[in-house]
């Protein structure tokens, strides 16, 4: 039922903003007991789980990246979006959004992932 999906630029050059966006059908990000997150995975490396909104809009950010990283969302258009400043190629991974659900220990819903490499 629920689906999400990445969209943004496949490319972004060092020390530019990457800009994704994750649109979710057949759901609402508003849902009651619901988190949203971004997780990223660098090549050869595992998930990394960068930060989320909760369905009040309530943000939670990786200690490490929440310098950079900024989530937001847009109610009328059913998404949630990611912003991570001054990119590095360490930031070049596969970008997903997944769902949590209130109760639960485990990401219900997942994004197909969209691969984002930071280049010159």
């Known amino acids: 039922q629920v689906q999400a999906q990445e969209s943004g630029p496949g490319l972004v050059k060092p020390s530019q903003t990457l800009s994704l966006t994750c649109t979710v059908s057949?759901?609402?990000?508003?849902?009651?007991?619901?988190?949203w997150n971004w997780i990223r995975q660098p090549p050869g490396k595992g998930l990394e789980w960068m930060g989320a909104?909760?369905?009040?809009?309530?943000?939670y950010y990786s200690p490490i990246l929440k310098s950079r990283t900024s989530i937001a969302r847009d109610t009328s258009k059913n998404q949630l979006t990611l912003q991570l400043t001054a990119v590095t190629p360490d930031d070049t991974a596969v970008y997903y959004c997944?769902?949590?659900?209130?109760?639960?220990?485990?990401?219900?819903?997942w994004g197909q992932g969209t691969q984002v490499t930071v280049s010159s």
């Open positions: 909104m909760s369905h009040s809009g309530s943000t």
């Open positions: 057949s759901g609402s990000i508003t849902a009651n007991n619901v988190y």
């Open positions: 997944a769902r949590v659900s209130v109760g639960g220990s485990l990401f219900d819903v």
